[in-house]
């Protein structure tokens, strides 16, 4: 880690000249200017201060900032085979229950089903990428075929079914996670 460049980052950002830092730090302008060039490294108690005065201390100033994932690839990916409903689920974005969406690709072999998911808070939205299936919310039954969207309250139980005589997929996406 470059200190001295950091330093420099929060001082601009503060609006600080090097001379100001100096003067609230009590440190001399050449001081800040080597630190900041990284040709001179200030003691902890040096650097408390210097910190101090950016507005920040040095459990911040040295914790690396976290980056979300934001592209996920194909071994990114999690499957889950259910022979007994005949479908299968392909979680594309793993550990997505930190989330407030998970989204899911669902494959429903003939005559395939989802399992039954309860009532929520929250909401569902699919899109139907390939063949033709039935969502099934509560006793309520509708028909969605491939490049049809459907969008619900979660606030029955519902599933999805296959009954068609092909493979059917559908980018299936639930808030909160709930799959």
Same mark, same amino acid.
């Given at each position: 880690?470059?200190?001295?460049?950091?330093?420099?980052?929060?001082?601009?950002?503060?609006?600080?000249?090097?001379?100001?830092?100096?003067?609230?730090?009590?440190?001399?302008?050449?001081?800040? @200017?080597?630190?900041?060039?990284?040709?001179?490294?200030?003691?902890?108690?040096?650097? /408390?201060?210097?910190?101090?005065?950016?507005?920040?201390?040095?459990?911040?100033?040295?914790?690396?900032?976290?980056?979300?994932?934001?592209?996920?690839?194909?071994?990114?990916?999690? /499957?889950?085979?259910?022979?007994?409903?005949?479908?299968?689920?392909?979680?594309?974005?793993?550990?997505?229950?930190?989330?407030?969406?998970?989204?899911?690709?669902?494959?429903?072999?003939?005559?395939?089903?989802?399992?039954?998911? @309860?009532?929520?808070?929250?909401?569902?939205?699919?899109?139907?990428?390939?063949?033709?299936?039935? /969502?099934?919310?509560?006793?309520?039954?509708?028909?969605?075929?491939?490049?049809?969207?459907?969008?619900?309250?979660?606030? @029955?139980?519902?599933?999805?079914?296959?009954? @068609?005589?092909?493979?059917?997929? /559908?980018?299936?996406?639930?808030?909160?996670?709930?799959?």
């Amino acid at each position: 880690m470059q200190i001295g460049d950091k330093i420099k980052q929060l001082r601009i950002k503060t609006n600080l000249t090097q001379e100001e830092l100096a003067n609230r730090s009590e440190l001399s302008k050449g001081f800040i @200017s080597q630190v900041e060039r990284d040709l001179t490294s200030p003691s902890i108690a040096t650097l /408390v201060d210097i910190l101090e005065c950016l507005g920040t201390n040095l459990n911040d100033f040295f914790s690396e900032p976290t980056q979300d994932k934001i592209v996920f690839h194909k071994e990114d990916v999690f /499957v889950q085979e259910n022979n007994e409903l005949c479908h299968s689920i392909n979680w594309i974005i793993p550990n997505a229950q930190k989330n407030k969406m998970e989204p899911v690709l669902i494959q429903l072999q003939k005559n395939g089903k989802s399992s039954i998911y @309860s009532a929520h808070e929250g909401e569902v939205f699919g899109y139907v990428l390939k063949g033709n299936i039935n /969502v099934n919310i509560g006793e309520q039954k509708f028909n969605a075929v491939e490049g049809e969207s459907f969008y619900y309250k979660a606030n @029955s139980s519902y599933y999805l079914d296959n009954n @068609s005589d092909v493979e059917a997929t /559908v980018l299936w996406v639930s808030t909160p996670p709930n799959f």
